[in-house]
C-alpha cells in the first residue's frame, strides 16, 4: 500500500500562495484564513512590531516621518508626533504591555503607520520573506508592495464606511490578542446607497442592517480583500494587524503617473513652478501666450515629435520600475537618518569588507557617459566608469568585496558611499 503523505500548507511558501491566489480568484475576492500562523510565528511578529515602535519613539525626526495617525476616544490627535515623544516604548517591553500603560482608564485609541516596514529593516524583511514566493511566482504588483500597521481598542474603524485605492489588494494578518470584525459592502451595492468613492460614510447607521458579508478574524488569521470594496471594522479588545498591501495600479491612476513623471522630467531645472511669475489674468484671444509661457519652461519643444514623447515615457517607465526592483517592491525607500549613516561609514576599519543587504539588489544603466544606479528606490548618476559596473555586478552576486587600495580614490569612495548611505549595501559583519 502506498504511504500516505501528509501534505501540510506550509503558510506563505509556493503552495500555499498558489492556493490563496486561486481561492480568491487572483486578488479579486474577499476571504478569511484561520490559523495561518503559529504562536512561534505570532510572538517573532510582534517583538518586530514593539521593536519598529520602539526606533519610531527614540528618534524625534524619525517621527516627524512617521505619517503615523492615533486617534484617542475616537477623536482624530493631531499632535501624533508629540504623542509619540510623551509615551515611548520601553526596551524589552511588549506592545500589549505598552498599550496597556499608556493607554489606562478604559481609554480607547487606534493607531495606524503607513509604509511601516521603512522604519525596520528586519520586519521589511520578514515581510520580504513572506511574500517573496508570491513576488517570484506572480510579479512584482505595477505600484508595488507596502504595508501598515494598525492597532488599538478602537472599537469602529475611527476611519468610519470607507473603501481603499482601486487596483490595491490588502492581506491583513491579525496579530491578536483580541478578535476583529469586518462588515464589507460590494462597489454596486454601496454606490445604490449613494456610497462616493473613497468617502467616508457619514451615518453608519444607514448601512449596518445591510452589508454584503461579515468576517470574524482572531490571533493568528488572515483576512483579505480588494481595496475597492466599502468596509469598517470593529475591534473591542486590543488587537494589532499588520496589513501587507499588493498596489496595482488602474490604467487611469497609471497614466496620472506618468504623465505626472513626463511632466516632471520635461521641466527645466531653473524653472520653479510654484515660484515664478504669477500668469496674468486670462485674456479671451490670447491663449496661446499662456501656452508658449510654458513651452518656453519645458524640455520640451515644438519640433518634438510623437516619437520623443514616448522615448521619454519608456525613459520615465524605466527609472519608475528600476527603482522599485532595487528595492524589492517596496513603493517608500528606507527611512534613512544620513548623518548618522554617514558617522557609521566614516567610523570603518582599515580595509573593510562590503557586501549588499539582504533582499535587495542594485539596478542600474548606462546613459550616454553617465551610469545612473538606483539604490533602494533612490537614484543618482555618476561618470560612468566600468569599474563602477563590475562593483555592483560583483555586490550583485552577492559577494563579499574587500574595500581595498583600488576603491580608495576620492570618486571611488564617494560611489561607494553613495550605496552604503542609501542602504543598499553594509558592511560584513552588519545584516
Ligand atoms: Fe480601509
Given at each position: ?15 500555499w500562495?498558489?492556493?490563496f ?8 475576492g474577499?476571504t478569511v484564513k484561520k ?18 515602535i520602539?526606533?519610531i519613539?527614540k528618534?524625534s ?20 508626533n508629540?504623542?509619540f ?10 506592545v ?10 478604559g ?20 515581510v520580504?520573506?513572506?511574500?517573496d514566493?508570491?513576488l517570484?511566482?506572480f510579479?512584482i ?23 481603499d ?12 490578542p ?11 451595492n ?9 468617502r467616508k460614510?457619514?451615518?453608519?447607521d ?21 481595496g ?38 520635461l ?10 511669475l ?5 485674456e ?13 519652461h519645458?524640455?520640451?519643444t ?9 522615448k ?9 520600475k ?8 517596496y ?17 570603518q576599519?582599515d580595509?573593510?569588507v ?7 539588489n542594485l539596478q542600474?544603466y ?23 559596473v563590475?562593483?555592483l555586478?560583483?555586490?550583485?552576486n ?15 569612495s ?18
Amino acid at each position: 500500500m502506498d504511504a500516505q503523505v501528509d501534505i501540510r500548507e506550509i503558510p506563505f511558501k509556493n503552495d500555499w500562495w498558489t492556493s490563496f491566489v486561486s481561492e480568491t480568484n487572483h486578488f479579486k475576492g474577499h476571504t478569511v484564513k484561520k490559523d495561518v500562523f503559529d504562536l512561534y510565528q505570532i510572538a517573532e511578529l510582534k517583538e518586530l512590531v514593539a521593536d519598529t515602535i520602539r526606533i519610531i519613539t527614540k528618534d524625534s525626526l524619525r517621527i516627524d516621518n512617521t505619517g503615523a495617525r492615533i486617534w484617542l476616544d475616537g477623536k482624530y490627535d493631531e499632535n501624533a508626533n508629540k504623542f509619540f515623544q510623551d509615551h515611548p516604548i520601553e526596551d524589552n517591553q511588549s506592545v500589549e504591555n505598552w498599550a496597556e500603560q499608556t493607554f489606562q482608564d478604559g481609554k480607547k485609541f487606534g493607531m495606524f503607520i503607513n509604509f511601516v516596514t521603512r522604519h525596520n529593516e528586519n520586519l521589511a524583511n520578514k515581510v520580504n520573506e513572506l511574500i517573496d514566493p508570491y513576488l517570484s511566482q506572480f510579479g512584482i504588483p505595477l505600484e508595488g508592495i507596502s504595508a501598515t500597521l494598525i492597532l488599538g481598542n478602537y472599537g469602529w474603524t475611527p476611519l468610519g464606511i470607507h473603501n481603499d485605492k482601486r487596483g490595491e489588494y490588502i492581506v491583513h494578518l491579525h496579530l491578536g490578542p483580541g478578535e476583529k470584525d469586518m462588515y464589507i459592502w460590494e462597489e454596486e451595492n454601496a454606490k445604490k446607497k449613494g456610497f462616493i468613492h473613497r468617502r467616508k460614510v457619514e451615518n453608519k447607521d444607514d448601512y449596518m442592517n445591510d452589508y454584503d458579508a461579515k468576517y470574524t478574524f482572531g490571533t493568528g488569521d488572515i483576512f483579505s480583500m480588494p481595496g475597492r470594496c466599502v468596509h469598517i471594522g470593529n475591534t473591542k479588545d486590543f488587537s494589532i494587524g499588520l496589513v501587507l498591501e499588493f498596489n496595482g495600479y488602474t490604467s487611469k491612476s497609471f497614466s496620472k503617473k506618468m504623465w505626472f513623471d513626463i511632466g516632471k522630467t520635461l521641466m527645466d531645472k531653473n524653472f520653479e513652478g510654484d515660484k515664478a511669475l504669477v500668469l496674468p489674468a486670462y485674456e479671451e484671444d490670447d491663449h496661446e501666450k499662456y501656452i508658449n509661457y510654458l513651452m518656453e519652461h519645458l524640455k520640451y519643444t515644438t519640433t518634438d515629435t510623437k516619437a520623443d514623447i514616448q522615448k521619454h515615457l519608456v525613459k520615465c517607465f524605466t527609472d519608475y520600475k528600476l527603482g522599485l526592483l532595487s528595492n524589492g517592491g517596496y513603493v517608500r525607500a528606507p527611512y534613512i537618518d544620513k548623518v548618522q549613516v554617514k558617522k557609521d561609514y566614516l567610523v570603518q576599519k582599515d580595509k573593510p569588507v562590503i557586501k549588499l543587504v539582504e533582499s535587495y539588489n542594485l539596478q542600474y544603466y548606462k546613459n550616454k557617459n553617465k551610469l545612473v544606479v538606483f539604490v533602494r528606490k533612490n537614484r543618482f548618476s555618476v561618470d560612468y566608469r566600468h569599474e563602477y559596473v563590475d562593483l555592483l555586478e560583483k555586490l550583485n552576486n552577492k559577494e563579499l568585496v574587500t574595500v581595498g587600495d583600488e576603491y580608495k580614490t576620492v570618486e571611488f569612495s564617494k560611489f561607494i558611499e553613495l550605496l552604503f548611505v542609501n542602504k543598499g549595501i553594509c558592511f560584513e559583519d552588519q545584516k
